[in-house]
């Protein structure tokens, strides 16, 4: 309730005893009701009577790259960094900014220098091996997902970003372990079950094997934590259409579908159940919908999924723990 929240922040008397928490929260409120002029106005306030916490240029720096404002966003956050050089928060938000806009040398080098003076920031570290794994540079990233979790093993985040950097990588039998470390400290995520089964199955399964089983347990494990996970439910149907279970396939494939109308891999893998069932000229409609480049949507989601991560980790949250 953003609106009512300005009201009653601007109630305060100008002399209010904490101007920090005042006007903090007052941009807090503007930036959350789409007024992004009066957020950075508040916030160039606080700074000119000498509040530079961290939190002010991070919140500047996101307001203005929800403006399309990259240079000014970047500006502010290295400010940030110039005012509060021993806080990770605005190392973090250049990373996850570089990151977005595909920049991931300049995310790497930022990061490394912020690990230069927080050496024991556990999100630096992590990050970084985030960056070096988009950059295409996995033992550097191993290295990183090292350190991050000899500084907080309990993060199932860590496990869960090394992970998938092992299985872009192609080392799918420690991906396979990474994300049961990271489903054993986070029970909850669908996430890491889903890509258990992904890792099993990029591996081979057959059915009546363990293997198959472990996949199929783990593709169940992440639809019953999330009911609109459509991508789970496609890798369940690529199990059901191994073991010949036409019928539950296509009823996976349709539940996928409508969570997720434009993905090519869905569709296609719909067609092909269509197809055994004889349904021959549904096949070729949703066969005609699929673009050609249905082989870079599973890395893409990885990609992105990366990318999402930064943001999670800029802004303080992580992944829970058991």
């Known amino acids: 309730d953003f609106k009512p929240a300005i009201e009653v922040f601007n109630q305060l008397p100008p002399d209010y005893p904490d101007e920090f928490r005042h006007n903090y929260g007052l941009a807090l409120a503007y930036f959350g009701a789409g007024e992004y002029d009066k957020c950075i106005a508040t916030l160039d306030a606080l700074v000119t009577h000498g509040n530079t916490r961290p939190e002010v240029f991070s919140l500047r720096g996101v307001v203005e790259e929800k403006s399309g404002h990259t240079k000014e966003a970047y500006d502010a956050f290295r400010q940030g960094i110039l005012t509060n050089p021993t806080d990770a928060l605005n190392y973090l938000n250049i990373g996850t900014l570089a990151c977005g806009h595909l920049s991931y040398d300049l995310a790497i080098e930022i990061l490394t220098s912020g690990i230069a003076r927080i050496p024991n920031s556990h999100d630096l570290f992590l990050s970084r091996g985030i960056a070096n794994t988009l950059r295409g540079q996995f033992a550097r990233a191993q290295q990183d997902y090292d350190q991050a979790i000899g500084l907080a093993p309990s993060d199932a985040g860590s496990y869960l970003a090394m992970g998938l950097s092992q299985l872009e990588a192609g080392d799918l039998d420690r991906a396979i372990q990474s994300f049961a470390n990271s489903s054993a400290r986070d029970s909850n995520d669908a996430v890491s079950y889903y890509f258990t089964a992904e890792a099993l199955m990029q591996k081979g399964v057959s059915p009546g094997t363990a293997a198959f089983d472990q996949a199929k347990l783990a593709a169940d494990r992440a639809i019953s934590l ?21 019928d539950q396939a296509i009823i996976d494939l349709e539940r996928a579908r409508a969570a997720d109308p434009k993905s090519s891999s869905i569709l296609y893998l719909l067609s092909q159940a269509y197809q055994r069932k004889g349904r021959i000229s549904e096949a070729k409609e949703l066969l005609a919908q699929v673009p050609g480049a249905m082989v870079q949507e599973d890395r893409e989601y990885q990609r992105d999924f990366l990318t999402q991560e930064l943001v999670t980790i800029s802004k303080g949250d992580h992944r829970g723990t058991e």
């Open 226 to 246: 999330d009911p609109g996970f459509a991508y789970a439910y496609r890798d369940r149907a690529k199990l059901e259409l191994h073991a010949n279970e036409t």
